[in-house]
């Protein structure tokens, strides 16, 4: 948790826009603690983001994609790394040479929350997978091809299986995220250039489809974690990409 104090006004814009770039002439104090999270459900009703602070949840894992980060930012966790099946443009965190690897993994996971409902979606984060997937960071220069060969792949993910099935065995995760439905246009109403004048404002209505966007993950229970038994999970970076002939 980083704490900034007292930080100035914005005066900083990213590319000439509207997003913000806090650059505090002030202290930054950094703290570290185990917090206790209260649970927050899913809000479902509304066209507004809600967040969601999902405690004691089941994740397994689905299936998986090895992709090219765009971006080399240190501080960034690589979470919006697609926009539905397309790939988004690098964010604007602050671009620096890698001396790792930029190869992310891409997990589509069922969240089964402590009420018994489940939702599926996608999840990238640099720091779950550097803390409970690899053993070290990849090699700079790695690129997502070096994962398309069936014994690679096969490893990745009989360690992304057994990591989530350790954790959902001593308390399962807190899942911390945020949704938000999407809007159409009604199609029940006129609408510019179909009935009305085309600078006419466009009449919306809420999508059926709540989209749910995963920030943090991790272990309910840190404490209760093995970490000898969690790193014989890992996949090992240095002998991982080793074929058998």
Request: glycine fraction near 8%.
């Amino acid at each position: 948790m980083i704490v900034i104090v007292n930080p100035p006004s914005t005066n900083r814009f990213v590319a000439h826009g509207t997003t913000p770039i806090l650059s505090p002439q002030c202290p930054i104090l950094v703290t570290n603690s185990n917090f206790d999270f209260p649970q927050r459900p899913i809000v479902t009703e509304g066209t507004d983001a809600n967040g969601f602070i999902l405690l004691n949840c089941m994740v397994n894992i689905r299936s998986f994609q090895v992709i090219d980060s765009p971006c080399g930012g240190n501080l960034c966790d690589h979470q919006s790394l697609m926009n539905g099946d397309i790939m988004t443009n690098r964010c604007c965190c602050i671009q620096m040479m890698n001396r790792v690897g930029g190869v992310v993994i891409l997990f589509d996971v069922e969240v089964r929350t402590d009420e018994g409902s489940t939702f599926n979606t996608r999840m990238s984060s640099k720091w779950f997978m550097k803390h409970f997937i690899l053993s070290d960071d990849f090699p700079a220069g790695t690129q997502a091809f070096r994962f398309k060969d069936y014994e690679v792949e096969d490893r990745i993910h009989t360690t992304a299986t057994n990591v989530f099935n350790y954790i959902n065995t001593i308390g399962g995760f807190i899942v911390v995220g945020w949704v938000k439905h999407g809007e159409v246009e009604d199609q029940g109403v006129d609408q510019p250039n179909n009935g009305l004048p085309h600078n006419a404002q466009r009449v919306m209505v809420q999508s059926g489809n709540l989209n749910h966007h995963i920030s943090k993950i991790k272990p309910m229970n840190p404490e209760a974690v093995n970490f000898i038994t969690l790193n014989g999970y890992k996949f090992d970076v240095n002998t991982g990409f080793e074929i058998n002939v």
